[in-house]
């Protein structure tokens, strides 16, 4: 069973090591991402496991932008975060402009999967009036860089589906390939063999994952 200070070996994760890792990621984003506001633990009531806590992490009203200056190389995702600690009924939104002068929300969700054993990243993009981003203008809204990520990478592509628990439509990155890459980050970082720290395996996941919908974590967040 994962718990803190364990270790994943297989790539998978459980329930109860996947409650540690997202704390544990959501910590460390706070103390090294300050740009952007926090993610917010989300409980949910487990019908059928009473004594499992269960929930998903959430940042949401996250608005990106394509910086439409410099090189391929130095683009990056123009983000103002508009928020602060001291009120707790503040909105988090962080106020860009797209190229058509039209605001677009983002919200991003991890999720655990229990058929999968890992974890998996929702999202949603809608306009100012709630309209539904289509996929196509929230690849638009993205980074080069995240696109080639989606067209090149065989472990990434894009699903619609219904949300797990809001029972809305969401666009998810597909988890088949995360055991996978998971294992093949594990080998490259790790001289002790296929093994992460529960503590970092939420951390290490969206390192790889964060890149495909723009949003990079700071590197002080991997130690």
Not at 47 to 53: A, D, F, N, S, V
Request: charged share 25%; with cysteine.
């Amino acid at each position: 069973m994962d718990s803190a200070g364990e270790v994943v070996n297989d790539g998978k994760i459980t329930l109860e090591g996947f409650t540690v890792a997202a704390r544990a990621f959501a910590d460390k984003w706070k103390r090294h991402n300050l740009s952007f506001p926090p993610w917010s633990w989300v409980p949910l009531i487990n019908r059928t496991m009473l004594k499992k806590e269960e929930g998903y992490l959430s940042l949401e009203k996250i608005i990106i932008l394509s910086s439409l200056e410099g090189s391929a190389e130095e683009e990056s995702l123009d983000v103002t975060a508009d928020w602060s600690e001291k009120e707790e009924s503040i909105d988090h939104t962080v106020l860009v402009q797209n190229e058509e002068d039209e605001a677009h929300y983002y919200d991003y969700h991890i999720v655990y999967s229990a058929s999968y054993m890992v974890p998996m990243l929702y999202f949603r993009g809608y306009s100012s009036d709630g309209k539904p981003l289509s996929l196509d203008v929230i690849k638009r809204d993205l980074p080069s860089s995240s696109v080639s990520l989606l067209l090149e990478s065989k472990w990434t592509f894009i699903t619609q589906e219904e949300h797990p628990y809001l029972n809305r439509p969401w666009f998810k990155l597909h988890p088949c390939g995360t055991e996978e890459w998971i294992k093949l980050l594990s080998e490259s970082s790790s001289s002790d063999g296929c093994q992460i720290p529960v503590e970092l395996y939420l951390v290490s996941w969206f390192s790889v994952v964060g890149q495909v919908v723009g949003l990079k974590i700071p590197r002080e967040m991997l130690i």
